[in-house]
C-alpha cells in the first residue's frame, strides 16, 4: 500500500509532494531543531529518503539561517538521484547556492529531467541571468546536433534569463 501525499507542514516547504515518511522525517528534524554536526553527520550517512529529509529540512531549522548547509546541497546534486536532486534544488538552495553553483543546479535539473518546479524560487533567480541564457544556449544546441530532444522546461527559464528587465531581490 502507498502512502498518501500530504500538504507540507509549513509555507516555506518546497511544493514538491512528500509521502507520508517523508512529511514524518522532515517534521521529526524541525522538531528536533537538530544542529549542523547532527544534520551532516544524518545526511552522510543517511539512507536516500533521509538525505532528502536533511535537505528538506534545512530551510526549518535554525541554525542553517546561512549558507553553513551549501556542502550538502552541492553534494546532492553531484549524484544521479533524481530525487535527491530534487530535494537539494529547494528554498534553502534558491536562498544560499552562489550563482555559478544554482546555474550548475538548474542544468542537472534539465539534463536529468528533475521538474523545473521543483527548482524553488526559479523565476527569480533566472531573471535577466546572461550566463545561464549562454549555457542553456550551449545545452540546447549540443543537444539538438546530438539528435537528442531539447528539455521541455528549457524554453520557459532561457525566456526568463534572456529577459533584460532583471527584477532586483
Known amino acids: 500500500m502507498t502512502a498518501t501525499p500530504v500538504e507540507t507542514p509549513t509555507p516555506a ?6 509521502d507520508l515518511p517523508d512529511a514524518a522525517r522532515i517534521l521529526i528534524l524541525h522538531a528536533a531543531d537538530v544542529d549542523a554536526r547532527t544534520a551532516a553527520r544524518l ?7 533521509e538525505r532528502r529529509a536533511v535537505l528538506r529540512a534545512l530551510p526549518h531549522l535554525a541554525l542553517f539561517t546561512g549558507p553553513d548547509a551549501v556542502p550538502l546541497v552541492e553534494d546532492a546534486l553531484r549524484t544521479n ?9 529547494g528554498p534553502y538552495a534558491a536562498r544560499h547556492l552562489p550563482p555559478h553553483s544554482w546555474r550548475q543546479a538548474v542544468l542537472k535539473c534539465l539534463f536529468t529531467g528533475v521538474p523545473l518546479g521543483a527548482v524553488a524560487q526559479w523565476e527569480r533567480r533566472a531573471r535577466g541571468d546572461g550566463e545561464l541564457a549562454r549555457m542553456l544556449t550551449d545545452y540546447a544546441r549540443e543537444r539538438t546536433a546530438a539528435g537528442r530532444p531539447v528539455p521541455g522546461d528549457l524554453d520557459r527559464v532561457l525566456a526568463l534569463a534572456r ?5 532586483e531581490s
Do not use: K, N
Open 43 to 49: 545526511y552522510a550517512h543517511g539512507t536516500g529518503a
Open 163 to 167: 529577459d533584460l528587465t532583471r527584477e
Open 81 to 89: 538521484d533524481t530525487r535527491l536532486v530534487a530535494a537539494a534544488v
Open 13 to 18: 516547504e518546497d511544493l514538491a509532494p512528500h
